[in-house]
């Protein structure tokens, strides 16, 4: 007896059981997550890497390149979102795009979270933009003149307050000079005092400005601080403020004319030792601050802990009041209490 097989359809490369078997979709799901997870995470990661690395390449049309390098360690919160929210999605794509910023934030900002503190220096400075409209200039003062300063420097410095400071500082610091709406108050003697110029009146008017006219405007002078270690040349500045509008963006003209002013005069300064105090409405990341910070060191970087951001005093989000120095080094800087100013006093102290 011939027995036959029974018929059998020939097996195909996919059969419609496999195509369509509801518990193969979950494995080809989860093989094709990790990589597709967080694309959207990954570009946001590789932009803001990218944007921290050539910040110098933005244009600065309207300000915008000194806007972005004003706010530049903000970076870093964005990176931090982008982490937590590539965690929360199991994306290693995202992972792996985010080594590229927190690589570059780390070696633009990373040296700034270790305290780099000293010993004690041998001349301490501190520098305060005391506002103009400040309610309380008399508690200003008298904070500022506890603070153990030998060097103090005041911006912003109001005509009906003057009078105001100089009573209330008169009995720590000996020696003092106000030009205009900057001053300073010295526990050592000060001699060579005189106003920088700063271009705060700019075009053939301001020119044809006599000095009388120009001096109750001035907001930028130099002393010599007679120390039992040799001369220190002193600066006070206050650049010009930025501002944000809708017809011209990240408004800088004014603090970018002031700035390259006076980066000329320090090119000028043939001092050994140089000291500028003051509020630079600017970073030192700023591009437009690099005549001056290409040839003075800030003290915060060298000695301070964290960021040291001094504004707005009641959030501060940067530090645009400035310690910059050349032929000292800073051992200790620091942002000192709030008073009745919008912004932060800073300190620093020296040695050489």
């Known amino acids: 007896m011939k027995l036959t097989p029974p018929l059998t359809e020939p097996a195909s490369a996919a ?8 518990a193969a979709a979950p494995v080809r799901d989860a093989a ?3 990589r597709r997870r967080g694309r959207v995470l990954a570009v946001l990661a590789l932009a803001a890497g990218a944007l921290m690395a050539l910040h110098a390449w933005i244009p600065d049309v309207g300000g915008l390149g000194s806007l972005v390098e004003s706010f530049l360690p903000w970076c870093g919160a964005v990176v931090a979102v982008l982490l937590v929210l590539a965690v929360l999605r199991r994306s290693a794509t995202a992972l792996v795009a985010l080594l590229l910023p927190v690589t570059v ?4 900002f990373g040296g700034l979270l270790v305290d780099k503190s000293g010993p004690a220096g041998t001349l301490t400075v501190a520098s305060h933009n005391v506002g103009a409209a400040n309610p309380d200039p008399a508690g200003t003062a008298r904070a500022l003149a506890a603070s153990g300063a030998d060097v103090l420097a005041l911006e912003e410095v109001a005509a009906q307050a003057r009078g105001t400071y100089e009573r209330e500082l008169a009995g720590t610091y000996p020696h003092r000079t106000v030009l205009g709406t900057v001053g300073l108050w010295s526990r050592l003697p000060l001699s060579d005092v005189r106003p920088v110029d700063t271009a705060v009146d ?5 020119d044809a400005k006599p000095e009388s006219a120009r001096l109750p405007h001035n907001r930028a002078l ?7 270690r040799g001369p220190l040349a002193v600066y006070v500045a206050h650049l010009g403020s930025v501002r944000v509008t809708p017809r011209t963006g990240f408004w800088t ?3 970018n004319r002031n700035a390259e002013a006076l980066g ?6 043939r001092g050994e030792r140089v000291v500028l105090l003051g509020d630079l409405n600017g970073t030192v990341d700023d591009r437009a601050l690099s005549g001056i910070t290409s040839r003075l060191r800030p003290a915060q970087e060298e000695a301070g802990d964290g960021f040291g951001f001094t504004w707005p005093a009641s959030f501060p989000v940067a530090r645009i009041d400035q310690i910059l120095v050349r032929g000292v080094q800073p051992s200790r800087a620091r942002v000192l209490a709030a008073t009745g100013s919008d912004h932060l006093p800073v300190a620093a102290e020296l040695r050489w």
């Open 15 to 22: 059969s419609p059981t496999t195509a369509t078997d509801p």
């Open 32 to 34: 094709a997550g990790p």
């Open 253 to 255: 003209d004014a603090r």
């Open 264 to 269: 000329a005069a320090l090119a000028a300064e």
């Open 222 to 228: 130099r002393a010599t601080v007679a120390t039992d």
């Open 202 to 206: 700019a075009g053939p008017l301001g």
């Open 105 to 108: 934030w780390l070696s633009l």
